[in-house]
């Protein structure tokens, strides 16, 4: 399955459109795309948060400026607070809109930079977050004038952020030539699959038939569009949802290797530490007192 495009409805009287959805439950792996950034303040939730090629954890106050057409999904371990609901509060502006910022309007040409650089994700940092997080909030609460000024109040000071993140790498923005879609559309089926299936054992055989390919041709399209190998990528999936455990909630972290995907403790502790360089015992404890 693809990354579904998802269609967005701009209110009347307005040029962007906001969502403030809470969820009680979950907040479901829905890997989707669409043509507007996307600038989305996760709170009161945790867990990981998938961006192009990019998976990693997130918790609560995550700040991310996603780019056009650039396919996203966050996915929720748990919550912060057990008696209130997951919230997203999300913003979507069109390219076009942006298009006078830096130009017409020089003054706000380093939010025209730093879009460009969103267009393979932007991660904010703590600071700049708890900063506007309360013109987030306000925001939704006003009027079509003033939600709009505001915005740009909020873009304007993210601008300024000098840690902000990088997500996704260049391989991860969408193709342009009719013949690299259909080839994207391949991988996205695995990628689709991947991503809600990790846990369970997965041969290279069964993905290349979700691909319609042969092993070895998956292997080099795979490798072509994501700049690594379906093992590799694979592994950062489950070490990404080993993460979002352990830094959500008290299970033991054999029971936290096997729900990630692995039978085996040692492997799976020599797998954590190579790629975030710590230990899972090292890495809860880091996590609870604050990195």
């Not at 999300?90 to 380093?110: D, I, S, Y």
């Not at 979700?210 to 569009?225: D, E, N, W, Y």
Request: proline share 7%.
């Amino acid at each position: 399955m693809r990354p579904f495009l998802e269609r967005l409805a701009v209110p009347e009287g307005a040029s962007w459109a906001t969502l403030n959805r809470r969820l009680d439950d979950e907040i479901p792996f829905q890997w989707h795309h669409h043509p507007e950034f996307e600038l989305t303040l996760t709170l009161n939730s945790r867990g990981q948060r998938f961006i192009g090629d990019h998976i990693g954890a997130y918790d609560d106050g995550d700040l991310v400026l996603v780019g056009p057409n650039l396919p996203h999904s966050w996915c929720s371990a748990d919550k912060v607070d057990l008696a209130r609901p997951h919230v997203a509060l999300v913003m979507w502006f069109l390219p076009q809109w942006t298009t006078p910022l830096g130009g017409v309007f020089t003054e706000f040409r380093t939010v025209a930079e730093m879009l460009a650089r969103a267009r393979t994700g932007l991660k904010f940092s703590e600071e700049a977050a708890r900063e506007v997080r309360p013109m987030i909030e306000a925001l939704f609460g006003l009027g079509p004038e003033e939600r709009l000024i505001e915005l740009l109040r909020v873009l304007a000071l993210l601008a300024r952020d000098p840690a902000a993140e990088p997500l996704a790498s260049p391989l991860a923005l969408p193709a342009a030539a009719p013949e690299r879609q259909a080839d994207r559309g391949r991988v996205d089926r695995v990628l689709e699959h991947l991503h809600r299936r990790y846990a369970e054992r997965l041969s290279l055989d069964a993905l290349a038939d979700i691909a319609a390919l042969s092993p070895s041709g998956l292997h080099r399209l795979f490798v072509r569009q994501t700049g690594q190998s379906v093992t590799s990528y694979l592994a950062k999936i489950r070490i990404g949802a080993a993460c979002a455990m352990l830094s959500g909630g008290g299970k033991p972290i054999a029971v936290i290797a096997a729900d990630a995907g692995y039978d085996s403790l040692a492997h799976f502790n020599r797998q954590f530490k190579a790629q975030r360089g710590v230990t899972p015992r090292e890495y809860r404890r880091r996590f609870r007192v604050g990195g």
